[in-house]
């Protein structure tokens, strides 16, 4: 069984700083690309940010030079520091891993967390 366990959301005026952690843990063999998806309220889920294993990274345009992705492999967690953020970046903030179990290392699924809400005010 794996778990992915996010952290780190609240509440934050418009140019604060946030910094959200997503922690898997498991039966897991092997983690390829981590990510950061947001939901906003009555819109679809969309891509903040993903990380490879290798550390490349990608951005969605609405976050790019405020945002940064990064992965502690050791620590199987993924991170989320949030700079300078909006009152359009409130949303609720999921992570997920697309990772493979010890019980069928050869085959990759993806996982997702239960999500963190972000609030930003004006």
């Known amino acids: 069984q794996v778990q992915l366990v996010e952290s780190g959301g609240g509440l934050v005026q418009a140019g604060g700083s946030l910094r959200l952690s997503c922690a898997a843990s498991?039966?897991?063999?092997?983690?390829?690309?981590m990510g950061w998806y947001r939901q906003a309220p009555g819109k679809q889920r969309e891509l903040v940010a993903t990380?490879?294993?290798?550390?490349?990274?990608n951005y969605a345009d609405s976050v790019k030079d405020r945002f940064t992705i990064s992965r502690d492999n050791a620590k199987n967690t993924v991170y989320l520091q949030m700079n300078s953020l909006k009152p359009e970046d409130t949303a609720v903030y999921y992570c997920?891993?697309?990772?493979?179990?010890?019980?069928?290392?050869?085959?990759?699924?993806?996982?997702w967390g239960q999500g963190t809400q972000v609030t930003v005010s004006s």
């Open positions: 990380i490879t294993s290798g550390g490349s990274t």
């Open positions: 997920n891993a697309d990772l493979s179990t010890v019980i069928a290392t050869w085959i990759y699924t993806t996982y």
């Open positions: 498991g039966s897991i063999f092997s983690i390829n690309a």
